[in-house]
Every structure is written in C-alpha cells, then in structure tokens.
C-alpha cells in the first residue's frame, strides 16, 4: 500500500523560511510527478507546485521566486523550500504523487499525504 509521509511544517514569522519533506513508501513501478497542494480555511485546495519526472517545476504565480520544489528520485522523495514567507501562506499543505503501479500500465493513480500545517504569523 502506498503512502505519502509529510514532515517540515511549523509556525515561522512572515519573511522567513520552511522546508516541507515528503517521501513515499509501498509498492509501486516509478513516479510519474510529485508537489505540493495547499488549502486555507474556507477557500478550495490549490496548487502550489510540482514536478514531472524529466519535466519542469510548475508553480502558483502566487509562489514563484520564493518557493522551490525538488526531488530525490533515489529517496522517493518531494521538497518544497519555501522562503520569504507571508501570512496568506499559511494553510495546510498536502503532498501529492502521481504514481505508476505496474510497468505494463500507464494508467495514473494519484496519492495525498495526511497534510502538514504552516502558519505564518504577521
């Protein structure tokens, strides 16, 4: 069974900095792409960014410059270094994969993490 484990949240002071980890387990064929959702009190889950295998990173206009996602094919693993933070950037922020399970199958099967909180204070 395939889960998604999130760590890295936290509160930090607006301008600062925070870096969300998130690494899959279980039984799968490879990652077709990994990132990151986020969603406010009272307002749709969006995303924030992602990153196809071979592909480049997708942001949120409302992100670009100040967060950045990476990979690490060998630990299964997704990053998301965010800096220069602000108070609309607080949410809970969800990890998600788009996994292939079998080598004789394309079809996508899409994973979320529990959700990590980050709350930044103004």
């Known amino acids: 069974q395939v889960q998604l484990v999130e760590s890295g949240g936290g509160l930090v002071q607006a301008g600062g900095s925070l870096r969300l980890s998130c690494a899959a387990s279980?039984?799968?064929?490879?990652?077709?792409?990994m990132g990151w959702y986020r969603q406010a009190p009272g307002k749709q889950r969006e995303l924030v960014a992602a990153?196809?295998?071979?592909?480049?990173?997708n942001y949120a206009d409302s992100v670009k410059g100040r967060f950045t996602v990476s990979r690490d094919n060998a630990k299964k693993s997704v990053y998301l270094q965010m800096n220069s933070l602000k108070p609309e950037d607080t949410a809970v922020y969800y990890c998600?994969?788009?996994?292939?399970?079998?080598?004789?199958?394309?079809?996508?099967?899409?994973?979320w993490g529990q959700g990590t909180q980050v709350t930044v204070s103004s």
């Open positions: 998600n994969a788009d996994l292939r399970l079998m080598a004789w199958s394309t079809l996508k099967n899409v994973y």
């Open positions: 990153l196809a295998s071979g592909g480049s990173p």
């Open positions: 279980g039984s799968f064929f490879s990652i077709n792409a």
